[in-house]
């Protein structure tokens, strides 16, 4: 098939695991190469990375052996600002003619769409009757999804609402989670309507077979993300603080270079110090992939405390390198994590819990070796992009098969 993969929150072209790169960008860049190996023609339509809307600039030292087409679309007027997802939103009707122009010129036969930004500008690209017989296939992560039902979220200022709306005008919604699934139900859309597809990681870059850092002879925990949210790592600086012997990395964040300069580290910082634990902790910055398995590696223990509602693929590339993951049953971890066999889950936002765990888990290092070793079988089978692939494939060949057309566009914005 020729497939469309439309993705306007983040561009392939952008390296994983950078300040300005996200799951969309990291999705993408694994997807599109193993959805090609299976045969498939694909194409790649995504923002061009200096066009005003992204205001982002290109990433350096970073270059792929690509076997897909990318295709930047340009992106007309200056935004007013905002989060990325908004000034898409602003942009709607001149990034969808540039999607419409791509379809017709490539005659695709199917569109996969991930996150809702690209979902809501194919929606509208879509409109034409030449177009709107070519199925939608249209992947949901949960990272724009407030965890908790009380957060104050963007979820609660009508995006849910958006998603769902999309997801119902979609051929086939995809979710990669079962609590992204489940906050995708609404009008038009049952449950048992959306299947769930994980997404994967780079098995060959991420396994326990490699290389590891260096530690300061101490246990070593990590964490990682682009900088893991505020109020979490304050909480997990506390916990650091009350285990002795226990080094803390935070992987992620501003370039190293970047991070004497920038204010949110240099306020996690100066917590530390204030805790008396500045000297076991290290704010390594953004890494090169190679270098961020090699921390993973060296770690008894991967902690992600944010809550948050996304597939959490650094988890599973920490599992694939043989570190067991303690986290917060929410979002992905829920899926991906087996509470007491791969790791640990704890209820949303329960410091005192996630102390006491760490500490235990500390005290056990059988447990932890145990775990560690389940973590990479369980990550090495079930989360390689080829095998994600494969899944996403047969509902791909479904929706080919049966495509629908949604709603209407008015509809979707009512």
């Known amino acids: 098939m020729r497939i469309a993969l439309?993705?306007?929150?983040?561009?392939?072209?952008?390296?994983?695991?950078?300040?300005?790169?996200?799951?969309?960008?990291?999705?993408?860049?694994?997807?599109?190469?193993?959805?090609?190996?299976?045969?498939?023609?694909?194409t790649v339509l995504t923002l061009a990375v200096d066009a005003p809307v992204m205001s982002?600039?290109?990433?350096?030292?970073?270059?792929?052996?690509?076997?897909?087409?990318?295709?930047?679309?340009?992106?007309?007027?200056?935004?007013?600002?905002?989060p990325?997802?908004?000034?898409?939103?602003?942009?709607?009707?001149?990034?969808?003619?540039?999607?419409?122009?791509?379809?017709?010129?490539?005659?695709?036969?199917?569109?996969?769409?991930?996150s809702w930004p690209a979902a809501l500008a194919v929606a509208a690209a879509t409109r034409d009757s030449e177009l709107a017989a070519i199925p939608v296939v249209s992947v949901f992560d949960g990272s724009n999804q407030a965890a908790r039902p009380d957060s104050s979220g963007p979820d609660s200022a009508g995006l849910g609402r958006l998603r769902q709306a999309l997801a119902a005008a979609a051929t086939t919604a995809v979710?990669?989670?079962?609590?992204?699934?489940t906050r995708l139900v609404g009008p038009g859309l049952a449950r048992s309507a959306v299947p769930v597809v994980p997404a994967g990681i780079d098995t060959a870059t991420f396994d326990r077979s490699g290389p590891s850092a260096t530690t300061r002879n101490l246990p070593?925990?990590?964490?990682?993300?682009?900088?893991?949210?505020?109020?979490?790592?304050?909480?997990?600086?506390?916990?650091?603080?009350?285990?002795?012997?226990?080094?803390?990395?935070?992987?992620?964040?501003?370039e190293p270079a970047e991070l004497?300069?920038?204010?949110?580290?240099?306020?996690?910082?100066?917590?530390?110090?204030?805790?008396?634990?500045?000297?076991?902790?290290?704010?390594?910055?953004?890494?090169?992939?190679?270098?961020?398995a090699e921390?993973?590696?060296?770690?008894?223990?991967?902690?992600?405390?944010?809550?948050?509602?996304?597939?959490?693929?650094?988890?599973?590339?920490?599992?694939?390198?043989?570190?067991p993951v303690l986290g917060f049953d929410v979002g992905g971890l829920t899926d991906t994590v087996v509470d007491g066999v791969t790791g640990r889950l704890l209820p949303v936002g329960d410091m005192t819990a996630a102390m006491r765990v760490l500490a235990s888990l500390h005290n056990d290092p059988f447990a932890l070796q145990a775990m560690g070793h389940a973590a990479a079988d369980r990550a090495s089978a079930r989360y390689p992009w080829r095998r994600v692939a494969e899944e996403l494939n047969d509902v791909l060949t479904s929706a080919f098969g049966q495509s629908v057309p949604g709603p209407e566009l008015a509809d979707i914005h009512a």
């Open 260 to 292: 004497s300069t920038d204010a949110e580290v240099r306020r996690l910082m100066a917590a530390a110090e204030t805790l008396g634990i500045a000297k076991r902790v290290t704010f390594s910055g953004r890494l090169p992939r190679s270098r961020l």
């Open 295 to 323: 921390v993973f590696r060296s770690a008894e223990l991967y902690v992600d405390l944010s809550g948050s509602d996304s597939f959490g693929m650094s988890a599973v590339e920490a599992m694939a390198c043989g570190t």
């Open 56 to 82: 982002l600039p290109k990433a350096t030292g970073f270059s792929r052996q690509r076997s897909y087409e990318i295709v930047e679309l340009p992106a007309s007027g200056t935004p007013s600002g905002g």
């Open 175 to 181: 979710a990669t989670s079962t609590s992204a699934a």
């Open 84 to 114: 990325l997802a908004d000034a898409v939103r602003q942009q709607v009707p001149a990034i969808a003619a540039e999607i419409a122009g791509s379809l017709r010129a490539r005659h695709a036969d199917v569109i996969v769409t991930v």
């Open 220 to 254: 070593r925990v990590v964490t990682a993300g682009r900088l893991p949210d505020g109020m979490a790592m304050d909480g997990l600086l506390r916990i650091i603080s009350r285990i002795p012997a226990v080094e803390l990395v935070v992987c992620g964040g501003p």
């Open 6 to 42: 439309v993705s306007l929150s983040g561009s392939p072209t952008l390296e994983p695991g950078g300040q300005h790169s996200g799951f969309a960008n990291a999705y993408v860049a694994g997807l599109a190469p193993a959805l090609n190996a299976t045969g498939h023609d694909v």
